[in-house]
Every structure is written in structure tokens, then in C-alpha cells.
Nanobody
Framework: QVQLVESGGGLVQAGGSLRLSCAASGRTFINYNIAWFRRAPGKEREFVATISGNGGSTYYADSVKGRFAISRDNAKSTVYLQMNSLKPEDTAVYYC????????????????WGQGTQVTVSS
């Protein structure tokens, strides 16, 4: 079992920045690939970014590429999502998710989820 807790959300103006954190507890953190997803009002949950267990591999959705950066500190069992140049369309609840296996970046392929943190970007 892995427990995930997100933090760092809030209200920011367009063009601003936020850093989200995903703190994990439970099993050996380095064994898990971690992803960020988001759900905007009235929309499906969508993939944002992912990082491999050792941090050597990352992948981003086209909508955030060049603006967001995912990283991890395995000593702290924490994954970060640095979000820059935020846009109103980035407004959503952001979730981190964990899995050990490799597979598509779709929500039902992930085994553990946090409760989410709200990000609101005003225009």
C-alpha cells in the first residue's frame, strides 16, 4: 500500500507559478513511477506528467510541455510539479498517482491516488 498526499495548490494569476508536492508513505518509493493528472470542471481526468522511479525519465502532455517540470527526491519520498507560465485553462484539481508497472498514461492503469489539490488560475 502507498499513501499519497498532494499539497501546494492555490490561486494564482495567469503567467504565475506554483509548485505542487506529492508526499508518499508506505512501500519503497523508488519502485514506483509517479504521475500527475488533473481534472477540470466538467472534464475527464487527464494526464499531465510522469517520472520514473529513479527520476531518469520524464514525459509530459503536449499542453504543459515547456511550462511544467516534474522531479522527485527519493530521499524525501516526494515528487514535485513545478508549474510556470500558468494559464486559466490549467485550472483543475491536480492528483498524483503511483504504479509499479509500465503502461499507458491513463488513470485506470494507476494503483494509488492522492486526494487532490486545487489549482485556480485567474485571467
Amino acid at each position: 500500500q502507498v499513501q499519497l498526499v498532494e499539497s501546494g495548490g492555490g490561486l494564482v494569476q495567469a503567467g504565475g507559478s506554483l509548485r505542487l508536492s506529492c508526499a508518499a508513505s508506505g512501500r519503497t518509493f523508488i519502485n514506483y513511477n509517479i504521475a500527475w493528472f488533473r481534472r477540470a470542471p466538467g472534464k475527464e481526468r487527464e494526464f499531465v506528467a510522469t517520472i520514473s522511479g529513479n527520476g531518469g525519465s520524464t514525459y509530459y502532455a503536449d499542453s504543459v510541455k515547456g511550462r511544467f517540470a516534474i522531479s522527485r527526491d527519493n530521499a524525501k519520498s516526494t515528487v514535485y510539479l513545478q508549474m510556470n507560465s500558468l494559464k486559466p485553462e490549467d485550472t483543475a484539481v491536480y492528483y498524483c498517482a503511483a504504479r509499479r508497472r509500465i503502461g499507458p498514461y491513463q488513470p485506470h492503469y494507476y494503483d494509488y491516488w492522492g486526494q487532490g489539490t486545487q489549482v485556480t488560475v485567474s485571467s
